[in-house]
């Protein structure tokens, strides 16, 4: 059986980083609300000449180095974000010319937060198909761009990067444990779209808009869901949370992670956590949070691996994956 085997992260952030303190001077907020109510004491902000496609690029090339494969050899790239360069063409085809690998398969795919994670399952799906053989699957936003930086429920939460991850196809040899991803699950319901929206559009308004959000229903739909996603892929493969070695989700809020361990009695050590450094950064949060905890070196090549992510829509998945 082919797998998709994860053989290479990595990660790439804007110049400015952007404290607490800083942000106080510019919106009515202080370190102290934000980090009671988010965990959050630091975010990235994107510079006029750092785009979606440029922090993508320079992750989807740390990936390719970590690899130590050939750019050359990558004949799939999905980019997740819900903050592209233009409204077309796909940003992900801009990354492509940027690594030197044309006449291969290049898009993006639209799921907000968790976009990474449905990106995640489209190239599995391709790759255990043989319609490609070595795919980079980003996370990548400027969500700095979309944000209201008056209304400071929702501004100080985000943040700008990206994250990435080389995906190879490999036979399993029908070993007992194989590396590779083992069961993805993703889920939508559109019903919840006024609780988590930008209110703008090509069709709609002609504007790009700004994001708003009703944080206490989120709240409240994302623990449930993201535990139960986390349970689904866990149960494909017969195991249970206390199988896992690391879960990393979406940093979207210290309070979510923590509610989440919580209700699946995990270990708060064995939860991946980057939302104090890196803030919100939809699509790009799990796989920024993947490629820290793979670089310091607690996750290493045979753990059992659970990304997961909720993002609006509502949208929300998992993956069971052996590094």
Known sequence: MLRSVLIGTGSALPRQAVSNAELSERVDTSDEWIVER????????????????????????????????????????ILATATPDQTFPATATIVQHGLGCPGGIAFDVAAVCSGFLYALGVADSMLRTGMARRAVVIGAETFSRILDWEDRTTCVLFGDGAGAVVLEARDDDGAAQPRGILSTRL??????????????????????GKLRMKGREVFRHA?????DVLNEV????????????WLVPHQANARILEGTAKKLNLPREKVV?????????????????????????????????????????FTWGASLIRI
């Open 234 to 245: 866990l149960a494909d493969e017969g195991l249970t949370p206390a199988d896992i070695d």
């Open 187 to 208: 889920h939508a319901d559109g019903a919840h779209n006024q609780l988590l929206f930008v209110d703008g559009g090509p069709s709609t308004t002609g504007t790009v």
């Open 273 to 313: 956590m980057t939302v104090a450094e890196h803030a919100n950064t939809s699509a790009a949060s799990v796989p920024l949070a993947l490629d820290k905890a793979t670089r310091d070196g607690r996750v290493k090549q045979g753990d059992l691996v659970v990304l997961e992510a909720m993002g609006g829509g």
């Open 38 to 77: 988010t965990g959050i004491t630091n975010r990235y902000i994107a510079a006029e000449d750092e785009t979606t496609s440029t922090l993508a690029l320079a992750a989807a090339k740390n990936a390719i180095e970590a690899a130590g494969i050939d750019a050359a050899t990558v004949d799939l790239i």
């Open 223 to 227: 623990i449930t869901n993201l535990a």
